[in-house]
């Protein structure tokens, strides 16, 4: 445990003791670009993308600070976010290791040099194939990686 002041959105204070692990799963959005029958966290285009950056990156430095040494990243679809490699590049800064939960559709060449930069703190990018109508897409998607 770490002494740690927490608090809301809205600076009300929330609690001061916080156990932390060392390993989180970061369900970093809810918004999805598809809508699968099957999915946990019922995460589709309805959804809401979920914390600002600037929450987010808080959210970092804070799992840091507390002793978190990986952090796996899954939603929604993380690469809906358009600052999910903000995220990513301060989880390395913070040199932590990471993985990356995802349906694979959004990763093109620009999205996976921009995952090789980051490592050797990505570990894993797991990805999510389960709907046979996008096969295609996904033989795209396994031939970038």
Known sequence: MI????????????????PFPTKV???ITDYCNLACSYCLN?????RNQGLTTKE????VDLLSDGGVSYIVLIGGEPFTRNDIFT?????????MIMEIVTNGLMIDDSVMGKLLELN???RKVQLSLHLPEKIEQYKKVIKTL
């Not at 002494?3 to 916080?18: F, L, S």
């Not at 019922?42 to 309805?46: E, T």
């Open 3 to 18: 002494n740690c002041g927490i608090t809301n959105t809205k600076g009300d204070y929330v609690r001061d003791i916080v």
């Open 25 to 27: 799963e970061w369900n």
């Open 42 to 46: 019922s995460s589709s285009p309805k």
């Open 56 to 59: 987010c990156l808080y959210i």
């Open 87 to 95: 995220i990513m590049n301060r989880i390395k800064k913070r040199h």
């Open 120 to 122: 050797p703190n990505i």
